[in-house]
C-alpha cells in the first residue's frame, strides 16, 4: 500500500495523539490536559474532519479496483408464446389444396409455447488505461493532502482549548480584581459620606466617589458575564461541563522561545506546518488532475472473456453454448473540443494552487515572525506589568496619606486606586498573553502537540481552582484597606 511521506508524518505527529485517547465523562474538577483529551474525544469539527479522511482513503480503493478484474455473472430465465394466424384466402387456399392432397396442412391458427435458461459470464481486465491509472495516482495525492488537513484541524483544536481554557484564568483574574476595585472604591465612598457628614468634605466629592462606584460596580458585572462566557467555550469544545478548572500557578517560568532565533522558527514552519505542507500537497492534486486529462486523449486497451450458455424445452433442441477471449481497444478520436478544454482548465487549476501555495508560504513566514517578537516583548511586558503593580500600590498608599492630611483630595486617590486595580488586570493579561502567545507560535510552526499542551499543564496548580460560581459578596482584601473611619474635628 502506498505511503508518502506526508501520510507517514501525519501518523507519527497526528494519529498517535487521536487514536486511543479515552473519553472522558462529566468531571468536577480539571486540568488542560484532561480537558484537551476530552476535545480531541468529542469535537464535532474534528470528527468530522476524521471521516473525511477516512473517505478519501475509501475513494482511493474505489479507484485501484478499477484497474483489478472486472467479473460478473447473468442469468435469465423465459417464457416464451408465439402465435401466428394465417390470412383468410391464404387459409382457403390451404383447405382446398389440402382436400386435393388428403393431407393434413395446417389450416387454422397455431400456438407455440417455449421455456428457455440461460447463463452468462464475462471478466475484462484493464491492460493499458492511463485515464483511470491518473485517477488513481490522484486519489494518492488527495490522501496526503487531506491527511495534512487532518493533523492542521487537530493543532487548531488543541490551541483553540488551550486559548478557551486560559480565557477562563484571565476572566477569573480581571473578575477578582474587579471585585476588589468595588470593594475599595464601596469603602472610599462610605468613608466620603461620613467625612461630608462631619463637614470635612464638599457634597462633589462624594458624588465623584459614587460615579467611580457605579463604574467599578459595572466593570464588575461585565467581568462575571465574561466568566460565565468563556466557561461555556470551553463547553463547546468538549460537550463537558467542567465545575471548575486548575489556575495557572504564580510561578511561571517567563522566558523567551527557544530556539531563540527567529529564522529557526521560519525553516521549523516551512517543514512541518501542515497549512504549509497542505497547500504544497494541493499542487501534487492540482497535477494529478492534469494527468487525468491529458490522459483522455490516449488509447485503452483490455482483455475480456465470456462465456454463454443456453437451453429450451422445445423438442429437437439441445443446449448451447459459446465462449470468447480477445482483446479490445479504443482511441478517442474527436471529443468535439472537450478533451483539450479540460486539459487547459487543468493547467489554470494547477496555476492557481501554485499561486496559493505561495501565498500560504508568505502568511506563515509573516505569522512567525510576528509572534516571535510579540512573545518575546511579552517577556519584558509580564515583568514589567508586575513592577507597575508594586509602583501603584505605593503610590496608593502615598495618596491615601495625603488624603489624611489634607495635601490630595478624593479624586486623586480614586485615581489611584484606580490604577493600581488595572495594573492588576493587565498584569494577568500579559501573564495569559505570553501562555497563548508561545502556543500559537508553535501552532504556526507546525510543532503543536501532546507534548506542548502537557508542558504548560505543568504550570498549573490544583491547589488553586476556579470555579464558575460567583459569590454573592465581594472577598475582602487587607491590602485594599483605607485605613481608620474618620472622627470629627474637635
Do not use: C, K
Not at 114 to 134: C, F, H, K, M, W
Not at 363 to 382: A, C, G, K, M, P
Not at 391 to 412: C, F, H, K, M, P
Request: aromatic letters at 6%; glycine letters at 6%.
Amino acid at each position: 500500500m502506498h505511503r508518502s511521506p506526508f501520510t507517514r508524518r501525519f501518523q507519527r505527529r497526528g494519529l498517535a495523539a487521536i487514536v486511543g485517547l479515552a473519553m472522558a465523562g462529566n468531571v468536577q474538577a480539571a486540568d488542560l490536559w484532561t480537558i484537551a483529551q476530552d476535545a480531541l474525544a468529542n469535537d464535532a469539527e474534528l470528527a468530522s474532519t476524521r471521516s473525511g479522511f477516512q473517505a478519501t482513503e475509501a475513494a482511493r480503493d474505489v479507484q485501484r479496483g478499477t484497474l483489478l478484474p472486472q467479473i460478473g455473472i447473468g442469468g435469465s430465465v423465459s417464457h416464451t408464446r408465439t402465435y401466428s394466424s394465417p390470412a383468410q384466402g391464404a387459409a382457403g387456399r390451404v383447405q382446398e389444396g389440402a382436400e386435393e392432397l388428403g393431407a393434413g396442412a395446417p389450416a387454422f391458427d397455431q400456438d407455440d409455447t417455449v421455456n428457455s435458461v440461460g447463463i452468462s459470464l464475462d471478466a475484462e481486465q484493464a491492460l493499458y488505461d492511463p485515464t483511470r491509472r491518473a485517477q488513481l495516482q490522484r486519489a494518492e495525492r488527495e490522501i496526503d493532502r487531506d491527511a495534512l488537513g487532518l493533523e492542521a484541524t487537530q493543532q487548531q483544536l488543541l490551541f483553540n482549548v488551550a486559548n478557551a481554557y486560559f480565557e477562563i484564568l484571565r476572566a477569573h483574574d480581571i473578575l477578582s480584581a474587579r471585585r476588589a476595585q468595588e470593594t475599595a472604591i464601596s469603602r472610599q465612598l462610605e468613608q466620603a459620606r461620613e467625612r461630608f457628614e462631619v463637614g470635612l468634605i464638599a457634597i462633589t466629592d462624594v458624588h465623584e466617589a459614587q460615579a467611580r462606584f457605579d463604574l467599578a460596580r459595572a466593570q464588575r458585572i461585565a467581568a462575571e458575564g465574561a466568566m460565565q462566557v468563556s466557561f461555556e467555550a470551553l463547553e463547546r469544545l468538549t460537550g463537558h461541563r467542567y465545575d471548575s478548572i486548575d489556575a495557572l500557578d504564580e510561578e511561571v517560568p517567563i522566558a523567551s522561545p527557544q530556539p531563540a532565533d527567529r529564522e529557526e522558527w521560519v525553516a521549523l514552519a516551512m517543514a512541518n506546518s501542515p497549512m504549509v505542507l497542505m497547500a504544497e500537497a494541493g499542487i501534487e492534486v492540482a497535477r494529478s488532475t492534469l494527468e487525468v486529462s491529458r490522459a483522455g486523449q490516449r488509447p485503452v486497451v483490455s482483455a475480456f472473456a465470456n462465456y454463454g450458455w443456453a437451453d429450451t424445452d422445445r423438442s429437437g433442441t439441445a443446449h448451447q453454448s459459446e465462449s470468447q477471449v480477445g482483446l479490445r481497444a479504443s482511441l478517442p478520436l474527436y471529443t468535439g473540443g472537450s478533451t483539450q478544454a479540460q486539459i487547459r482548465q487543468s493547467g489554470f487549476l494547477l496555476e492557481a494552487t501554485q499561486y496559493d501555495f505561495e501565498a500560504q508560504r508568505r502568511d506563515t513566514i509573516q505569522q512567525v515572525r510576528s509572534l516571535f517578537t510579540r512573545v518575546n516583548n511579552d517577556v519584558e511586558t509580564v515583568e514589567a506589568r508586575r513592577q507597575a503593580i508594586i509602583s501603584n500600590q505605593s503610590a496608593l498608599e502615598a495618596t491615601r496619606s495625603g488624603y489624611e492630611v489634607g495635601t490630595r483630595n478624593i479624586v486623586d486617590v480614586l485615581n489611584a486606586e484606580q490604577n493600581l486595580f488595572n495594573a492588576i488586570a493587565e498584569h494577568a493579561e500579559a501573564r495569559y498573553d505570553y501562555v497563548l502567545g508561545l502556543l500559537q507560535l508553535q501552532l504556526q510552526a507546525g510543532i503543536l502537540g501532546a507534548d506542548s499542551i502537557q508542558a504548560v499543564n505543568a504550570w498549573l496548580s490544583d491547589e488553586e481552582r476556579v470555579s464558575l460560581e460567583l459569590p454573592d459578596e465581594a472577598n475582602d482584601n487587607p491590602v485594599m484597606n483605607i485605613g481608620e473611619r474618620p472622627r470629627a474635628p474637635s
